[in-house]
């Protein structure tokens, strides 16, 4: 069994695109800008944007970080989303998600120009990404392509089942395992809630992928001998031992199937680090005008 | 077994549609207009166009189709698509394809207004598709949703495998069968010539849809005892005994599968009348701006 180290992928791409951006500022060009929109204080919020920020400094980027409280009116976002649109000096932002429930995530993420969606919620982004043509991949999905890529695992041909449905995860991960390339050209497979036979195939899975956010949810009875498992899942289980008060639990009960895998991502130190990296990317890709 | 009849529900929807439009025109609205670009003459293109404007006409709707050379340069196409999103009279369009290899089909389809994409084929209409928004969805998988639900076929939680991952049916396909949505709500399985469990993967399936583009690639015994087989395929089959001097055949070899079937559609007379069907009903929410 080899565990899917994505703290050390992920280290090793940021020092990848570090280099780059080294390369690309002493030619003279121009320093790639990631700008994010905060509203409110919600405690995953804070944590993701501060690595966001974090990651930046070590790719080399510059960052900006937009705060709102989370009475903002969607009119005065939006207005700074239009803002960001047509700042010269921005190549890609984000507004992190969750947004309070009196403004509209769908509104604002449909006016912020596809151009500079490196989070690839805008429909273009999702639509492209489907049609199979260059586009701003959402991170989770991609950077689990790039755990496959790198550690050269064999998806051709094989059998994927993807738990979970939804927008930035278990679709885009069928549309990516599902095209005519490397990694991909897998027989995939989406399960859901309203699944009938999930734990057959699940039994019968190559490549298992777990994004439905249910903490232990894949148990050892469920996973075929040899598989790869990636567990996408990164719930907040309540743990008093934890300074934080809880534990990442992840979507596969770890200790049970790990033995039956040929490769597995931890949670965490798997799938997480690799979301971050992958918008580092996006954004170098933004920085380059090498898309759109 | 229960033959689908996708000429007679065809036949119904229109009807549907015209009793919508003369309602709409006795109210004093406008009568949708569909507008149609032919490229060459091209023979399956000529017939096409000629049943789309024929089913125009039982619809009500206005319908204008334009003819152009195959030697029209990519200029003047783009040039006259430009002049059909301008022009507000045209509630919707399709350009036919193929068009000659000598002009982008993808820089012609993200040209089009995606406010008059009734093809569905935009970008913005394939990732609300996805995203699960309001949308022109393309033709073929709409025409199979919509047999699905007149036949109240139920398809939650059952195994729904797809034969086939193009971007104009295998792939909307499967966001269709996914969403949280009845007919939908389907574990979905996509197969393509890479697959290596194929197979196995139709004799498990409840619905199997087939859009492969190989004559009679479906043999009974990939066929599970009750299942519903929805037959995309119209490749030509060259036959002497057709005044045509083909055949259109399924990618199911209906004979030896239609006993183990609980429903079947046929070729022709299936899927293919409901195709220009959905052309159609997208005509109709171009019409009344019911979308975008």
């Known amino acids: 069994m080899t565990l899917i180290d994505g703290k050390a992928v992920s280290e090793q791409v940021k020092k990848e695109i570090a280099a780059e951006v080294a390369d690309i500022v002493a030619k003279g060009g121009k320093r790639p800008h990631l700008a994010a929109i905060l509203v409110g204080h919600d405690g995953g919020s804070e944590t993701y944007v501060a ?6 400094e070590v790719c080399g980027f510059k960052s900006t970080l937009i705060r709102y409280e989370s009475d903002v009116t969607e009119e005065e976002l939006l207005a700074k989303v239009r803002e960001l649109n047509a700042d010269a000096d921005v190549d890609g932002f984000i507004v992190q998600l969750p947004l309070p429930p009196h403004i509209s995530e769908q509104k604002v993420i449909e006016t912020i120009d596809y151009r500079k969606d ?11 990404l489907s ?9 989770t999905p991609n ?9 050269q695992i064999d998806t051709r041909g094989k059998k994927c089942v993807i738990l979970g449905r939804s ?13 005519k390339a ?30 439905m956010g249910q ?10 001998e040899g598989a790869v498992v990636i567990d996408v899942g990164t719930t907040r289980v309540p743990d008093a031992f934890k300074k934080s008060g809880f534990k990442l639990t992840g ?13 597995i991502t931890p949670v965490p130190g798997g799938v997480g680090p690799m979301t971050i990296v992958s918008l580092m990317k996006n954004t170098l890709l933004a920085g380059k005008k090498a898309i759109y």
């Open 182 to 211: 490397v990694p991909g050209d897998a027989t995939v497979t989406v399960c859901h809630s309203r699944s009938k036979d999930l734990v057959r195939e699940c039994q019968e899975a190559d490549i298992l992928i777990a994004a």
């Open 131 to 139: 049609i199979g043509l260059p586009c701003y991949i959402s991170a």
């Open 215 to 224: 903490p232990n949810f894949v148990k050892a009875d469920m996973v075929k």
């Open 51 to 56: 690595a966001k920020v974090k990651a930046c």
């Open 118 to 128: 490196v989070d690839g919620f805008h429909p273009i982004n999702v639509g492209r």
């Open 251 to 263: 979507d596969v009960k770890f200790d049970e199937v790990a033995p039956k895998c040929s490769y």
């Open 143 to 151: 950077g689990i392509m790039e755990l496959l890529r790198r550690y």
């Open 167 to 179: 927008n930035i995860v278990g679709k885009p991960m069928a549309m990516l395992m599902m095209q």
